[in-house]
């Protein structure tokens, strides 16, 4: 009868202490932050430089998923010359390449402070012109501090042209 006593008390002192140090982290926040790209692909020959804003909502699914919604606006600065479109130079004042995207998004946390994932949609064509197209946005963050994160990403908007970036952003949790 001892013996039995002894093996339920360690099996409730084991079951115990893993519970507490299996405590749920809960990361569901409203993010909101700035981000700053340089254009490559299709979109470099008229840009040079793409600013935006970030908004999102994530829910912890478990300790290391969180699944949301994410949504911003991008702004491409086009460049106001001379423009080669193959054997055609072309000269004018064109408009920025605006985007707002809508898309799903899902994080996998391998530690607490270092997160990886990536935002699936579409980016509405806000510009004349522009008609949108699908939107990918895989990246890499770090928390600098319990409330801000550093990320870096690439988007790539699979429009009438090939609208690609790498993109280095800061997020602020509420």
Do not use: C
Not at 64 to 76: E, R
Not at 129 to 156: A, C, H
């Amino acid at each position: 009868m001892k013996k039995k006593t002894f093996v339920l008390v360690i099996i409730a002192l084991v079951t115990v202490s893993f519970s507490s140090v299996a405590q749920r982290v809960d990361r569901t926040n409203f993010k909101a932050g700035i981000h700053a790209g340089v254009p490559f692909g299709d979109i470099s020959d008229f840009s040079n430089f793409e600013i935006g804003l970030d908004l999102g909502y994530h829910w912890g699914v478990s300790e290391l998923i969180d699944a949301g919604i994410s949504t911003g606006f991008m702004n491409a600065f086009i460049n106001n010359d001379t423009v080669d479109l193959g054997p055609v130079e072309v000269e004018g004042d064109f408009p920025n390449i605006q985007y707002i995207p809508v898309a799903g998004a899902f994080r996998i946390y391998p530690t607490y402070d270092f997160k990886l994932g990536a935002d699936i949609g579409y980016a509405v064509g806000v510009n004349e012109g522009n008609t949108g197209g699908l939107y990918i946005r895989p990246m890499v963050g770090v928390n600098i501090s319990s409330n801000t994160e550093l990320n870096i990403s690439y988007v790539k908007i699979s429009d009438d042209y090939d609208f690609s970036m790498v993109a280095l952003g800061i997020l602020f949790l509420f």
